[in-house]
């Protein structure tokens, strides 16, 4: 029921902001009409996810959401970090790459946080997902650097600390 509720306010939200029913101030279009359809729209989805039996704490990963504010930053600055790595590559004259092929087991128990995390791979310059079965992911890496941080699994931990799993230490995510 708490899911059904989330889901519903969130796609309202939704709504209301890509339907133009507000857009700036002084030109809300709040009619009666406008606002019984878009409630209408979002519990006939709602509907339509409960009988295709798809509304589960992964549909709506309320869990994980704020724990994004602190993961969110972190990869901006992986991502901003390899981008300059790529880039000296690119701008060297020897250009020293070695492409590899690795398998890294993910830490992450929900098939959410594992995509997550292989999209998150996949985000960072000089590395990319290539395949996520049972929690190894295959990933192709452009530098012996990249897989080594990789392997070192600083993204992989962060990850798993989104869906509230233990750290190395033993200290439960934010």
Same mark, same amino acid.
């Given at each position: ?75 901006? +600055?992986?991502?901003?970090? *390899? ?29 959410? *946080?594992?995509?997550?995390? *292989? ?26 650097? *990249? ?17 509230? +799993? ?9």
């Amino acid at each position: 029921m708490r899911l059904g509720f989330s889901l519903v306010s969130v796609l309202f939200g939704m709504w209301m902001l890509w339907s133009g029913a507000y857009s700036w101030p002084g030109t809300e279009h709040f009619h009666a009409l406008i606002l019984s359809l878009g409630v209408a729209s979002c519990f006939f989805v709602l509907v339509l996810s409960m009988r295709m039996k798809i509304v589960d704490i992964e549909a709506l990963p309320l869990h994980i959401s704020w724990r994004l504010l602190f993961y969110v930053p972190w990869l901006l +600055k992986e991502i901003f970090m *390899a981008n300059i790595n790529v880039a000296r590559l690119i701008l060297s004259p020897k250009m020293p790459i070695s492409p590899n092929i690795i398998k890294v087991e993910a830490l992450q128990e929900t098939e959410l *946080a594992q995509m997550i995390y *292989a999209n998150s791979i996949t985000l960072t310059p000089g590395t990319v997902s290539v395949d996520l079965v049972d929690g190894m992911i295959t990933v192709h890496s452009i530098t012996h650097d *990249a897989t080594e941080a990789l392997i070192q699994g600083d993204m992989d931990l962060r990850t798993a600390l989104l869906e509230g +799993k233990k750290d190395k230490k033993g200290k439960k995510g934010k």
